[in-house]
């Protein structure tokens, strides 16, 4: 019982998925800010832990979900409007076009090694 | 040329579970999923159960989703799919009478419920209820739709939630919340403002792509969802 993925299939999901592990990285960046009432010792320690380079490929994965989870947000603002109907696989591409851009030249600064 | 056919079967009578059974067919250039179909129950096996009617693609009973879209039987040319296995099951989320046959009775309801006929109270003219060709233009594709299921089959906020107008629904009350001779705008626009209504659309275009008629059913609900912002409920 498959059925077919459409573009706008994959662009749905890949929405839904990057909209939860945004909602995931909120509550961990909340739960490590909340080191900052521990005192300056217990916060430069965690800080000291986010320093090291898996956290900051992290980090890169996390500029790519939420620039998808952005511009295809932006995809689905002009659809909504009913602009651009018939070009929504084009739309699509964009966002990834646009989206791979936008990631390369920020993860490049990021890149811990 | 030989294209095997996959069939999804289940007799409600007979069996426990749905179970794929293949059949080979000859075929030639110009014959129809539907053709390959009649070959079977024909000439192979007699209990096969589909619908089908006008064999032309305007009674919409043949829809099945066919390698793993929704179409019409009668208008899918087989060897145009170019595989050699054809796997052809009943419409996704439909309760399964027999075989390829779905029950389609809630799919009728939900048209239904958003009315759909033409609600007019104020006096009509002396001759008729006048339309300019520019607003019969807004119509132009909603009244093409032929009520054949495959949108609301194919969608996936339909798969997840059965209380789901689905986008056969919500067309049809497109093409009449949109027609200028009509008055029952706001009864319809409050129906289907609901939580199951069409905010649960979340412009998948699956419904587009499965149109036998080519139709955009996401257009019309994206309509939709501007008029009720901008109306006063």
Known sequence: ?113 | MEITFKILRFDPDKDKKPYYRKYTVKVEPGMTVLDGLNEIKWRQDGTLSYRRSCRSAICGSCAMTINGVNRLACNTQILLLKRKTIVVEPLRRFPVIKDLIVDMDDFFEKIAIIKPYLIANSPAGPRERFQSPEDRKLLDEAVICILCGACTSSCPSYWYNKNYLGPASLFKAYRFIFDSRDEGTEERLRIISDRDGLWRCHSIFNCVEACPKSLNPTYAIAELKKKIVTTKL
């Open chain 1, 1 to 113: 019982m498959f059925y077919r993925w459409h573009v706008g299939t994959v662009a749905w999901i890949l929405h839904r998925l990057s909209g939860v592990l945004i909602v995931v990285y909120l509550v961990l960046h909340i739960w490590v800010m909340s080191f900052l009432q521990k005192g300056p010792e217990s916060f430069n320690r965690i800080m000291r832990l986010l320093e090291s380079p898996l956290f900051k490929l992290l980090e890169i994965g996390l500029l790519g979900v939420v620039i998808y989870h952005a511009l295809n947000g932006i995809r689905l603002v002009i659809l909504d409007l009913g602009w651009g109907m018939a070009h929504q696989k084009k739309m699509f591409w964009a966002v990834v076009v646009v989206g791979i851009v936008i990631f390369v030249l920020g993860a490049i600064p990021l890149y811990p090694f």
